[in-house]
């Protein structure tokens, strides 16, 4: 049994989707660590150690290292929330409601939310009293005058700066700017959220969760830019496996799945969802597709993150990762690469700052 092998075994022990695991006497635990710190999975992959025969678990070293960096992912947790919950009390004594997208919604669907790494907060915020003000703006200068660095470099969200806590304050979800089918999406979301009267409020905060269906779709759309702009990592896919199988009764998968007909998400979803069954252990490598195995190496590769998507520089990374995904468009996208490239291309020269009708 190799080094992903185990992890993926330990993963479905952690989530308690398997109550017992068999692990090999000889394992190399350097490596299996490795491997989760860089699937995001760390913690998950821990707790299934945890349920390991003491004389089936890393050595005392390594396992004391391993647990180091758990309790710091928690403490990081815990101070996230303590942030996120401040800034909402904020927005809300200033008539601001605060949606988050994904972080805590996901990360209440799993057995220990403090155990789902999260390195920043999403948000969109919402007037209390459904006015028609800017309120993206106001909440920007909130925080300005609250003693905390925002940017604004980008069409899609500012950048909110706090201790302990990056905020992406969403001016817009979706990275819609010159693609006519995105904008639709975009358009649907807001109006999913916007609909939304503020019933489901995380206890003890002002935080909101959005509409299930708009979390569902919403998702979606964001491991799919993540696969073509930088790539997928097993967390990617748990998230979507825990949030979707807690809230199953609640997603109407009928309009789900016309859904990402129409939003053109169909040939990576599938395979997607294929991930999600291999993670959970319900198929094996051998019924995987040739195509459900690119995704599946992609999945185990190292990200390629750029650094930036501001400024010029940004856009060439963006327009560089575009170019060394092509294969992706191939397989798991209706547009082509060369689209993808103009559409990019037509954002940024003709709707710099772009506004919704």
Known sequence: MDTKDVLLKL??????????????????????????????????????????????????????????????????????????????????????????????VVSECYPKPNHRRSADMDCFLLPLNNDDVDVWEDGNKLMEQAGFEVKRNYYKNSTIYVPELTVENHHFMTPYRGNKRMTRLEVLLQEMIKKDHGEDVFEGTHLYRPPVMFSAIFLIEHAYSHFLHEGLTWRHVLDWMMFSRKHADEIDWIRLESLIDEFGFRKFYRTYCRMGKLLMGEISDAELSDVDKKMLSDVWDKLDLHESNMGVKGKLELAGNTWRARWKYHYFSELSMFQALWIQAKGVLFMKNPKLD
């Open 11 to 104: 993963v479905r022990l952690g989530i308690g989707v398997e109550e017992t695991t068999s692990i090999p006497e000889k394992v190399n635990w350097s490596a299996v660590r490795a491997l989760a710190n860089l699937q995001g999975l760390s913690s998950i992959v821990l707790d299934g150690i945890g349920l390991l025969p003491e004389n089936n678990r890393p050595p005392k070293a390594i396992l004391l290292q391993w647990i180091g960096r758990v309790m710091r992912e928690e403490a990081s947790y815990e101070s996230q929330q303590k942030a996120a919950t401040e800034m909402g009390s904020l927005f809300y004594a200033n008539n601001i409601r605060t949606y988050v997208l994904k972080g805590i």
